[in-house]
């Protein structure tokens, strides 16, 4: 397994600004996640990011407003550009796990946009 | 593409019973991974139990066990004894081969009664 912590764990912000999340895990690791998920609801991909390239974005989500740096195999960030309202969710970072294929959580970081 | 599906958003089970959470795929891969995982309310996500598609048995992993039906392509978790601690939102989850990425269903609200 890993043990993956995020900074802020939740943060009140005003629309228009922009928030950086951090994503650290506890070991080396080649693939990590941002995912958005909606409290209630299901967990939504928005890039996939790894050590050395560009992050992969999926539909719907764009580099402009989801800037995401990957510096290292322990570390990334995820940033919330120019937020509106529509913004406010859960942002929560996974890990893969090479031998299992398994990924693992971080605890999330609760965002709200007024 | 893949699709997750979880038709039931609710379930409740009294303590020390046994309940089944329900869990259909479509894809046309045969090498894919299947997961189960919880999140207790406001709590990070927890990986229960994995399927590997080749494997013929059922993975288990203590309380918790799976159906896995490959030509049915249904994928139910069972947890017995059933604790105060289960509750939480269980949601069950599909990855491709070395894709990586994750396919979540919707999920499903587990209430565990005392």
């Known amino acids: 397994s890993a043990v993956i912590s995020q900074k802020p764990s939740r943060d009140i912000c005003q629309r228009g600004t922009s928030l950086t999340i951090q994503c650290q895990v506890d070991?080396?690791?080649?693939?990590m996640f941002w995912y958005r998920q909606q409290p209630g609801q299901s967990l939504t991909l928005i890039a996939t990011?790894?050590?050395?390239?560009?992050?992969?974005?999926e539909s719907g989500f764009v580099i402009d407003k989801f800037p995401i740096s990957r510096p290292n195999l322990t570390f990334s960030t995820l940033t919330v550009s120019n937020m509106s309202p529509e913004d406010s969710s859960i942002y929560l970072c996974?890990?893969?796990?090479?031998?299992?294929?398994?990924?693992?959580f971080g605890p999330g970081t609760r965002l709200t946009v007024t | 593409a893949q699709t997750v599906t979880q038709s039931q958003p609710e379930m409740s089970v009294q303590e020390a019973e046994t309940v089944t959470l329900s869990c259909t795929y479509d894809?046309?891969?045969?090498?894919?991974?299947l997961f189960w995982y919880k999140q207790p309310p406001s709590r990070q996500m927890i990986l229960v139990i994995r399927?590997?598609?080749?494997?013929?048995q059922n993975a288990t992993e203590n309380r918790f066990s799976v159906n896995f039906q490959k030509a049915a392509k249904s994928f139910s978790l069972k947890i017995s004894d059933s604790q105060l601690g289960d509750t939480a939102m269980y949601f069950c989850?599909?990855?491709?081969?070395?894709?990586?990425?994750?396919?979540f269903g919707k999920g499903i609200t587990l209430s565990v009664r005392p």
């Open positions: 996974s890990v893969l796990t090479g031998v299992f294929y398994e990924q693992y």
């Open positions: 070991s080396q690791v080649t693939m």
């Open positions: 990011a790894n050590q050395g390239s560009e992050a992969t974005y």
């Open positions: 894809t046309s891969e045969n090498n894919y991974y």
């Open positions: 399927q590997e598609a080749y494997k013929q």
């Open positions: 989850a599909f990855m491709i081969g070395a894709n990586s990425k994750l396919t």
